[in-house]
């Protein structure tokens, strides 16, 4: 009984003053879906929430992240469909706050359809576009691209795959029973084993995981033996599926935009990150190289966003969670700004 009692009073402690390290979607905002694995619920309204951040998300009847946006155009003004992982979905941004939905806010001239998935590798972003985003019409197609597409999701990430065969891309088979990521698919408190269900368990539990994260780099570790062979596979995954981006949208009469989304050890430099793989600094160049050798507009707003950091001072990325803080989405949302309306030829 000595050690019940205080621990019952650590317990209800969380509950009562950090519960919002543990608050989870009262459902998933993904469902299973047979062509790209997962995608958002239609017509979600709920919390997401961390450590560091509590935000409402929506998703409209279609799935796509914010306000209602319909196919037909109703609109005189340019639209322009984002494509990408979470950080165009704004992980940990409401949907005023994530930058896809500062661009729609603003009185620019332009309205944003957010196909940002979390979690989904580029391959899973190609299908999106090609199923779902033309039947917007847009007059842009803005990608995404995140370093850890290449070193992680294009081949590690559960879900639709593409490989590399005889210098043709070949869309990989996957079983969708199997697929049952937490990361995704957060699961409810009655799914939970009994002592998951307790704060203290979890906190316990977690903070050991942060510990040995900050000893043992474990993801570039991964990286570091086989190192090569992991680099001609995924980096022929990245370009053709580049190229196929390209294609796709000529075929659809649409210019194409590929944003390089900088890493917080990017943008702030006073700050130690970890979970990068050995050939961090070697990807910037070599995709702006791949992408300028094959006409492929794109955009770094690397720079915009170190220039904020220094001016507000303030941070632009959670720590522990590495996405976006509201600072962050509104820098990326003014650096984006001007770089669009030139592209779309606006005044």
Same mark, same amino acid.
């Given at each position: ?7 019952a ?7 009562l003053?950090? @519960?919002g390290y543990?608050e989870?979607d009262a459902?998933s905002?993904y469902q299973?879906d047979e062509?790209l %694995?997962w995608?958002?619920i239609p017509?979600?309204d709920?919390?997401?929430g961390g450590?560091e951040?509590?935000?409402r998300v929506r998703?409209?009847?279609n @799935?796509?992240r @914010?306000?209602?946006v ?5 609109h005189d003004?340019s639209r322009?469909?984002?494509? %990408?992982?979470?950080?165009?979905y704004? *992980?940990a ?6 930058f896809?939905g500062?661009l729609?806010s603003r009185?620019n ?6 196909l %940002?998935? %979390?979690?989904?590798?580029?391959c899973q972003?190609f299908l999106?576009?090609k199923y779902?985003g033309?039947?917007? *019409?847009?007059d842009?197609v803005?990608?995404d691209v ?12 559960p879900?639709? !795959?593409f490989?590399v065969?005889?210098?043709k891309l070949?869309?990989l088979g ?5 697929l049952?990521s937490e990361?995704i698919?957060?699961r ?10 307790l ?8 903070s050991i995981?942060?510990?040995r ?7 570039s570790?991964?990286?570091k ?6 680099d001609e596979?995924?980096?022929?995954i990245?370009?053709a599926?580049l ?7 000529e075929e659809n ?6 944003v ?11 700050k !130690?990150?970890?979970?990068l793989?050995?050939?961090f ?5 070599r995709l702006?190289k ?8 794109f955009?770094s707003?690397?720079?915009?966003l170190?220039?904020d950091y220094l ?5 632009l990325y959670?720590n522990?969670?590495? *996405?976006?803080?509201?600072d ?14 030139e592209?779309l030829?606006l005044?």
């Open positions: 009984m000595g050690i019940l009692f205080p621990l009073l650590a317990e209800i402690g969380l509950r003053f950090w @519960g543990y989870k459902e905002r299973r062509i %694995g995608s958002p017509n979600f709920g919390v997401h450590a951040f509590k935000v998703h409209d009847s @799935g796509m @914010g306000r209602e319909s196919p037909a155009r109703v003004v322009v469909v984002f494509v %990408g992982d979470s950080m165009t704004g *992980h941004a409401s949907d005023e706050e994530a896809v500062l729609d009185d001239g332009i309205e944003t359809v957010n %940002g998935v %979390g979690g989904f590798n580029t972003e999106r576009l779902y033309f039947k917007y *019409h847009p842009l803005v990608l995140f370093w850890n597409d290449i070193y992680w999701e294009n081949l590690e990430s879900g639709p !795959k490989e065969r005889d210098g070949v869309q996957f079983d969708l029973e199997d049952n990361l698919f957060q409810e408190e009655e799914g939970r084993e009994w002592r998951d269900r704060y203290v368990y979890r906190l316990v539990s977690d995981k942060l510990l994260a900050q000893f043992r780099d474990n993801f570790r991964k990286f033996e086989g190192s090569k062979e992991k596979k995924t980096w022929a990245m370009e599926l190229l196929e981006f390209k294609n796709i949208c009469n649409t210019p194409l935009l590929v390089l989304i900088p890493d917080q050890v990017e943008v702030e430099t006073d !130690k990150v970890l979970g793989p050995p050939q600094s070697e990807i910037k160049p702006e791949f992408l300028s050798e094959n006409d492929i507009d955009y707003p690397l720079s915009d170190k220039e001016r507000i001072e303030r941070p959670y522990l969670n590495r *996405h976006m803080t509201p962050g989405n509104r820098a990326l949302a003014n650096a984006m700004e001007p770089v669009l309306r592209t030829a005044e």
